[in-house]
């Protein structure tokens, strides 16, 4: 098995390659700057967390939007990674062909099926992702975003503690917006 810091440069180069030009949403940074934050956030949790493969759970984060934004398939992760890597990612991605209003809640279904570092994933994207608002966001999206937010965090009890209670945190941070 590859060292952390390895696995770590080949994730993050095959991410930034699949997402091209992408952006992070409503900024001018590159969506590696996502994806590296969300790493972040689990580095920190694996030092709280006993027992955490943070191997696996820096694979997924780094990948984690790769099959929902880019043209990456499950079977190419599976190959280039492991069918643990493409497994979580496949849950942590939107299935376009629902309804909207049911996306969120069939993938979050799909990590309760995973291990504990993929809910860690969600997690930690969803702290990073709970910055101030872009401008252009009404009161009723703030606010729908915020339910969201509430949704993963009941979901998803149990799967890192560290980050539930960072998660919980940013929550009540973001009140003040809606
Ligand atoms: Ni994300």
């Known amino acids: 098995?590859?060292?952390?810091?390895?696995?770590y440069q080949e994730a993050i180069r095959f991410a930034a390659e699949k997402h091209g030009p992408q952006k992070v949403k409503g900024s001018k940074n590159p969506y590696v700057v996502h994806l590296s934050n969300v790493a972040m956030e689990l580095f920190i949790a694996a030092r709280r967390t006993p027992g955490m493969d943070l191997s696996l759970a820096i694979q997924v984060a780094l990948?984690?939007?790769t099959i929902e934004d880019t043209q990456t398939t499950k079977a190419?992760?599976?190959?280039?990674?492991?069918?643990?890597?493409?497994?979580?990612?496949?849950?942590?991605?939107r299935d376009?062909?629902?309804?909207?209003?049911?996306?969120?809640?069939?993938?979050l279904a799909k990590?309760?099926?995973?291990?504990?570092?993929?809910?860690?994933?969600?997690?930690?994207?969803?702290?990073?992702?709970?910055?101030t608002p872009p401008k252009s966001w009404s009161k009723s999206h703030k606010r729908e975003y915020l339910f969201d937010s509430m949704q993963i965090l009941e979901a998803l009890m149990g799967g890192n503690e560290y980050?539930?209670?960072?998660?919980?945190?940013?929550?009540?941070?973001?009140?003040?917006?809606?």
Not at 1 to 7: G, Y
Not at 111 to 131: F, M
Not at 163 to 178: C, D, G, H, S, T
């Open 111 to 131: 990590i309760r099926q995973c291990p504990k570092e993929v809910w860690a994933v969600k997690l930690a994207d969803r702290i990073t992702n709970l910055q």
């Open 163 to 178: 980050l539930e209670k960072r998660l919980k945190a940013k929550i009540e941070e973001y009140n003040k917006y809606v």
């Open 96 to 107: 376009q062909r629902l309804l909207r209003d049911y996306r969120l809640t069939d993938s």
């Open 76 to 93: 190419e992760l599976e190959e280039t990674f492991s069918t643990d890597v493409a497994e979580g990612v496949w849950a942590l991605t």
């Open 63 to 65: 990948l984690h939007d």
């Open 1 to 7: 098995m590859a060292d952390i810091q390895t696995l």
